[in-house]
């Protein structure tokens, strides 16, 4: 069997997935009415449901994302909305809670989403043994780590491709809730990691002002899918649901034709996930749309600077430097490549990232709608590209046909029409219709091919036409016209019916948890999921970081980003730096905000503390 290999698009609405799945998507996660880690991309079931309609005619799937922690009085209204998403034929649910595996449900796949510390192969085999259909992994993993998880379980593995990052280990951010009780793990981060902040040492000087410390840049491993692949990755998720449609198209698009070229070249291995063929009308560019900045991350381990300082805004793409300023116009390398109504942007001498709009751009000259003082020599990003997006919104920019064979041919009391699509499913329609020869017996078979081929707005195109008759018999063009529509709108009910969804029905298992004592990021926050983890062997269990935390005093993040590897002072990676130690404890501060910085250097980690915290600094072990 050839393993298929999936690209999974996000949809903020039913829109947005129409349009992913017409761009190629052969799955697309969205969220249901309530529980979802987004709480600003909630949609109804009727549109959830007309989605799934949607996709299953592709046999392209839908996940819905249940990923927040749960509270105990929400538990069964969430086991109810569980259940109406299984009727309307939802493929699968991402989830965090552990609580979910303890309810009685109907046979729905589940997927651990990455806020559930995928990082462990012990852990992740644990959930396969649970019942967990697929893991989402942690973007934190490198390749030799991916291959070790697939090593250890058969469970299909999930793997972010594009898309903004975490700098915290996913489900372990407490920034945002420890600063207003807004829980990024019940749907509403603040994004703090985003804020400017000043860095401070030991001594009390400031090393760095006003910079975006904790924002990093974007992640793209898109040119690592044949290694990801080979490491056993089959699904590869594009992060993004309050992405707008033209992000979304253009992420999608751009991935679908390097996924396509890797399964032409390995196709006795791997196959698509989906069906049909898309066109589209824009070249695809990843960095056309919203983006840091992009990163690998440590996929191929830590190799380079990961941070994004300048800005947590869209960067965009890189024009080319400014040449001069005359009067009130700026000479931009590239510039003819601008159009009216872009936006551009560039760092300023503070370090600080600004815009302007172009009013007017005409022989490489650009007349902003505000002339600031800009250095020449100075980068120029478009960070809004206005005639991509003009072209990308249009909804033929990107267009998704299947494949069919028509035969037209007579039969006893007329004649047939009959469609096989690319799946082998067969639509067949007889028209009931005396044989009368053509005038001067003159053949209509060019003609009635010329009309059969007129698909039009349906999900099909026609790759081959027959017309198979005795005689050259006439045929009213109304009535081949008909006979298409008919067939094109039987052929969809049909693919509806023969799709198949995956079920899998849970039972409830007590294999040891890797663990036995869990601290608060392992986010329990309901008695179910406790029962869970204690059915498991699980002896002591701290209450969720929102139900218990000590103001002032709390670890609210673990990261493999690293500040003192951003600023080449680290031990290990940086040992020709060794003569210039910061004093520690470094500490982030923005406004009433303060944060002390602890270095985990045999894990290479990062952790973050509220201000009032005591801990001991760890002596670097590199010499």
């Given amino acids: 069997m050839k393993k298929k290999i999936e690209i999974l698009a996000p949809a903020k609405d039913l829109l947005t997935g129409i349009a992913a799945i017409n761009a190629g998507a052969d799955a697309v996660y969205i969220g249901a009415p309530q529980f979802g880690a987004r709480s600003n991309a909630h949609n109804s079931l009727e549109d959830v449901a007309a989605l799934v309609q949607y996709a299953h005619l592709y046999n392209a799937q839908v996940f819905v994302v249940i990923n927040t922690i749960l509270y105990d009085d929400e538990l069964e209204k969430c086991r109810q909305l569980i259940w109406k998403l299984y009727d309307i034929g939802v493929d699968a649910l991402?989830?965090?809670?552990?609580?979910?595996?303890?309810?009685?449900?109907?046979?729905?796949?589940?997927?651990?989403?990455?806020?559930?510390?995928?990082?462990?192969?012990?852990?992740?085999?644990?959930?396969?043994?649970?019942?967990?259909?697929?893991?989402?992994?942690?973007?934190?993993?490198?390749?030799?780590?991916?291959?070790?998880?697939?090593?250890?379980?058969?469970?299909?593995?999930?793997?972010?491709?594009?898309?903004?990052?975490?700098?915290?280990?996913?489900?372990?951010?407490?920034?945002?809730?420890?600063?207003?009780?807004?829980?990024?793990?019940?749907?509403?981060?603040?994004?703090?990691?985003?804020l400017p902040y000043n860095l401070i040492d030991g001594n009390g000087d400031t090393l760095i002002k006003n910079s975006h410390l904790l924002s990093i840049k974007d992640f793209d491993v898109s040119d690592q899918i044949p290694n990801l692949v080979k490491a056993g990755i089959v699904s590869f998720k594009i992060e993004g649901r309050l992405k707008d449609i033209v992000y979304v198209k253009n992420n999608v698009s751009y991935l679908r034709q390097k996924l396509d070229a890797f399964l032409c070249e390995n196709e006795a291995e791997?196959?698509?996930?989906?069906?049909?063929?898309?066109?589209?009308?824009?070249?695809?560019?990843?960095?056309?749309?919203?983006?840091?900045?992009?990163?690998?991350?440590?996929?191929?381990?830590?190799?380079?600077?990961?941070?994004?300082?300048?800005?947590?805004?869209?960067?965009?793409?890189?024009?080319?430097?400014?040449?001069?300023?005359?009067?009130?116009?700026?000479?931009?390398?590239?510039?003819?490549?601008?159009?009216?109504?872009?936006?551009?942007?560039?760092?300023?001498?503070?370090?600080?990232?600004?815009?302007?709009?172009?009013?007017?751009?005409?022989?490489?000259?650009?007349?902003?709608?505000?002339?600031?003082?800009?250095?020449?020599?100075?980068?120029?990003?478009?960070?809004?590209?206005?005639?991509?997006?003009?072209?990308?919104e249009r909804e033929d920019s990107a267009v998704r046909k299947i494949s069919t064979a028509l035969v037209l041919r007579e039969s006893e009391s007329g004649f047939e029409l009959i469609v096989t699509d690319e799946d082998g499913n067969v639509s067949k329609v007889a028209l009931e219709h005396p044989k009368e020869r053509t005038k001067n017996n003159d053949s209509l078979a060019e003609n009635f091919k010329k009309n059969l081929a007129k698909t039009g707005f349906t999900p099909?195109?026609?790759?081959?036409?027959?017309?198979?008759?005795?005689?050259?018999?006439?045929?009213?063009?109304?009535?081949?016209?008909?006979?298409?529509?008919?067939?094109?709108?039987?052929?969809?009910?049909?693919?509806?019916?023969?799709?198949?969804?995956?079920?899998?029905?849970?039972?409830?298992?007590?294999?040891?948890?890797?663990?036995?004592?869990?601290?608060?990021?392992?986010?329990?926050?309901?008695?179910?999921?406790?029962?869970?983890?204690?059915?498991?062997?699980?002896?002591?269990?701290?209450?969720?970081f929102e139900l218990q935390w000590d103001p002032g005093k709390s670890?609210?993040?673990?990261?493999?980003?690293?500040?003192?590897?951003?600023?080449?002072?680290?031990?290990?990676?940086?040992?020709?730096?060794?003569?210039?130690?910061?004093?520690?404890?470094?500490?982030?501060?923005?406004?009433?905000?303060?944060?002390k910085l602890k270095f985990n250097c045999k894990p290479c980690e990062m952790e973050i503390w509220e201000k009032d915290a005591e801990f001991e600094i760890e002596e670097d072990h590199f010499h």
């Fill in 94 to 194: 991402i989830i965090q809670d552990m609580a979910i595996l303890e309810m009685e449900l109907p046979p729905i796949a589940l997927h651990a989403s990455t806020q559930a510390n995928n990082r462990d192969a012990d852990k992740i085999k644990f959930l396969a043994d649970a019942g967990i259909q697929r893991v989402v992994l942690a973007r934190e993993l490198n390749l030799h780590q991916i291959k070790e998880i697939s090593d250890t379980t058969d469970v299909e593995l999930e793997f972010f491709v594009t898309g903004a990052l975490c700098v915290s280990f996913s489900g372990n951010c407490y920034m945002s809730v420890a600063n207003g009780e807004r829980s990024a793990n019940r749907g509403s981060c603040a994004q703090n990691c985003r």
């Fill in 270 to 392: 791997y196959t698509k996930a989906s069906s049909g063929t898309c066109t589209y009308t824009f070249d695809s560019a990843l960095d056309r749309t919203f983006n840091r900045g992009y990163t690998d991350y440590f996929v191929n381990e830590r190799h380079q600077s990961i941070g994004s300082w300048e800005s947590p805004k869209s960067k965009g793409q890189y024009i080319g430097k400014l040449i001069q300023t005359v009067g009130n116009a700026y000479e931009i390398e590239n510039g003819e490549l601008l159009n009216n109504g872009d936006g551009l942007c560039f760092i300023n001498q503070n370090n600080e990232a600004e815009g302007i709009y172009v009013n007017r751009a005409e022989n490489g000259w650009v007349y902003p709608n505000v002339l600031k003082e800009i250095a020449d020599g100075t980068f120029i990003y478009r960070n809004n590209d206005a005639a991509f997006i003009k072209i990308v």
């Fill in 460 to 544: 099909y195109t026609a790759t081959e036409i027959t017309i198979d008759f005795s005689e050259n018999w006439f045929l009213p063009i109304s009535k081949i016209n008909e006979m298409r529509r008919t067939v094109f709108e039987q052929l969809s009910e049909i693919r509806l019916k023969n799709y198949v969804r995956k079920e899998h029905q849970l039972e409830k298992t007590s294999h040891p948890y890797p663990e036995t004592k869990l601290d608060f990021m392992y986010n329990v926050a309901n008695k179910t999921a406790r029962k869970f983890y204690e059915r498991h062997g699980v002896t002591e269990i701290e209450k969720a």
């Fill in 555 to 595: 670890r609210v993040m673990t990261t493999k980003y690293c500040i003192k590897y951003e600023l080449e002072r680290c031990p290990k990676y940086h040992p020709e730096h060794r003569d210039k130690k910061v004093k520690e404890p470094l500490v982030l501060k923005q406004g009433e905000l303060e944060y």
